[in-house]
């Protein structure tokens, strides 16, 4: 069964920027496209960002485009998303996907 952790999310002003990463465990990590979503308050679960397996293939939300860069590092089974130039509307619960598979979310929160 796999298992995504994610981390470092955190208050942080507008203007700021966080490093989120999603830690993939129980398994040989695949070779399924990673992804980042998030929830805001009241509102659905949202794509963010999308990262192939061999990273040279990446999709962005364009609300995030410009701003935030997903990588990842199969060998150590993470994928990262660096968030720069937040704004208050990246506030939400940020997700760690793979196929089926989610993780437990992490806060991002961006004051203005």
């Known amino acids: 069964q796999v298992q995504l952790v994610e981390s470092g999310g955190g208050l942080v002003q507008a203007g700021g920027s966080l490093r989120l990463s999603c830690a993939a465990s129980?398994?040989?990590?695949?070779?399924?496209?990673m992804q980042w979503f998030r929830q805001a308050p009241g509102k659905e679960r949202e794509f963010v960002a999308a990262i192939g397996w061999t990273a040279g293939s990446t999709y962005y939300a364009d609300s995030v485009k410009d701003r935030f860069t997903i990588s990842r590092d199969n060998t150590k089974h993470t994928v990262y998303l660096q968030m720069n130039a937040l704004k208050p509307d990246d506030t939400g619960v940020y997700y760690c996907?793979?196929?089926?598979?989610w993780g437990q979310g992490t806060q991002v929160t961006v004051s203005s």
């Open positions: 129980g398994r040989t990590f695949s070779t399924d496209a």
């Open positions: 996907n793979e196929g089926p598979h």
